[in-house]
Structure formats: structure tokens, C-alpha cells
């Protein structure tokens, strides 16, 4: 369970993310939405240790951990695993030891545990065989599911999947989804989304929590979302232009953090 009160991250004058308050149960998926540059990866990062909050509270299982040294939340990490939006696969690896990376680098085990785990892990994703293959030799799903595959391999309870299914096809964007639940309900983890793809969120999600400003300014089941009366969420998901999300913010065209 991870739960979140009051966290707040600025860059200089940027404030990202404004007494964010947020809580994903145990096993759920929660999927996060809202456009680009509105904080929801500096919100995973966050999370993750690899940024440090301005202030406020993330509790992960009960246990704050804003305060932890890098060493004391490594133990932390090893629980977390993220599924980044471009694979992050190492080029000059092929598909085996980009899988066991993680395992390779912190992890004290020997060769056949780690075979086994890489086996296992591609089985999970449906790429079984493909090992020695090198990553220019994939398609953007597969580096995507291979990317999953490192992440599984680590056995994590909570997984975080940095907009899993942009830049791919519908056909393997579904694919990709349908993973996602799998994994959710064979391997009973806890999953955070960030995505703007509605598609994808309607489908994933058990809950859907949209920020703005840096804040969280809807949450709700998907089909409460889909029918939400709420005029910025409403705008957002139909994809409209103009709304209360002023025009003035279209034009600048910002990059997502």
C-alpha cells in the first residue's frame, strides 16, 4: 500500500507538484492521468527515490520513506520496479542480460537461479527463445515487453509503467494492456500507470486519479470518470481544445517531466 499526503516538488520557480495527496491499495491498479508537464513522472520518480520530495509524505507499507538514506531505500527499490516509456534497454546487451541486469548487479545469485528467472520472466511477457537476440533487433512492443520482463524478473510487488503504450500500434498497445492486467491479477502486484492514453486507462484501471496544477483533482472508478461532469476532466479525456484547460495553455507546448 503506498500512501501519499501533501507531497510538493518545485524546479526554481516550476511548482510540479502541489500537496499531492494520493493512495493506491494493495494490489490494485491505478492509473494516472492528465497532459504532459503536469508532474505524473516526477510523481513516480518521487516514489521511487530517485527524486527527493520538497515536502510532504509517501508511506510505503506504512513505513515513511522520504527520509531514508539511498542505502536504507535500496531495500525499498528492490520491492519496485519500473517499466520505462522507451524500453531504457542497454543497445550493446542482448535480450538475456538486459533482462538479468538488475539481478546480475545487486542481487547474489548464481548462473542457473538467474537463467531460470530470465526464462521465467520472458514466458511471463510472451517472448520465450528470444535471448541472444540484440535490442535493433526488436520491435518497439517487444523492447517494451522486455523492458516489463527486467522488471518481473526482480519479483517485485509493485510495479510502475511510464506510458506503456505510447509509441506503439493499437493492436500492440492492447497487447500491452491485457499484460498489464495479467501480471495485476496472476502475480497479485500493486501497478501504478501513468498514461494519457484513455484507451489504455478505461481498460487497465481499477481506479483513475487525473492531476492538475499538481494536484489531484478527480478520482474515480473508470466508467465514473468516463461520465464525469467535471469540465477539465471531461475536456481531457474527449480531447477537446478548447475548455476550461485555457487555450493559453496549449500554446506552450511543454515537455512532460
Avoid: W
Wanted: proline residues 3%; aromatic residues 6%; glycine residues 8%.
Amino acid at each position: 500500500m503506498i500512501e501519499i499526503k501533501d507531497l510538493c516538488k518545485a524546479f526554481g520557480d516550476n511548482i510540479v507538484l502541489k500537496d499531492l495527496t494520493l493512495t493506491v491499495n494493495g494490489g490494485e491498479t491505478k492509473v494516472v492521468i492528465g497532459r504532459s508537464g503536469v508532474g505524473k513522472s516526477v510523481f513516480l520518480k518521487n516514489i521511487i527515490g530517485i527524486m527527493k520530495p520538497d515536502s510532504g509524505s509517501i508511506k510505503i507499507n506504512g513505513q515513511e520513506v522520504t527520509d531514508l538514506s539511498e542505502r536504507e531505500y535500496n531495500k525499498f527499490r528492490m520491492e519496485m520496479g519500473m517499466v520505462f516509456q522507451g524500453g531504457a534497454l542497454f543497445d550493446s546487451l542482448n535480450v538475456a542480460e538486459n533482462v538479468s541486469f538488475v539481478l546480475d548487479e545487486f542481487m547474489k545469485l548464481d548462473k542457473k537461479t538467474i537463467r531460470e528467472r530470465v526464462e521465467e520472466a520472458l514466458g511471463l511477457v510472451g517472448l520465450q527463445g528470444i535471448e541472444k537476440m540484440m535490442p535493433s533487433e526488436l520491435s518497439g512492443g517487444m523492447k517494451k515487453r522486455v523492458s516489463l520482463a527486467r522488471v518481473l524478473c526482480m519479483k517485485p510487488n509493485t510495479i510502475f509503467y511510464d506510458e506503456p503504450t505510447t509509441g506503439v500500434d493499437p493492436i500492440t498497445a492492447d497487447a500491452i494492456n491485457n499484460l498489464i492486467i495479467d501480471l495485476s491479477h496472476k502475480l497479485k502486484v500493486t501497478s501504478i500507470v501513468v498514461t494519457h492514453d484513455m484507451n489504455s486507462a478505461y481498460k487497465v484501471a481499477d481506479s483513475i486519479a487525473m492531476f492538475y496544477h499538481g494536484r489531484v483533482i478527480a478520482e474515480g472508478r473508470p466508467d465514473e470518470i468516463r461520465n464525469t461532469r467535471h469540465p477539465v476532466v471531461k475536456q481531457f479525456i474527449h480531447g477537446e481544445a478548447h475548455g476550461p484547460i485555457t487555450d493559453n495553455e496549449n500554446l506552450i507546448f511543454g515537455h512532460s517531466h
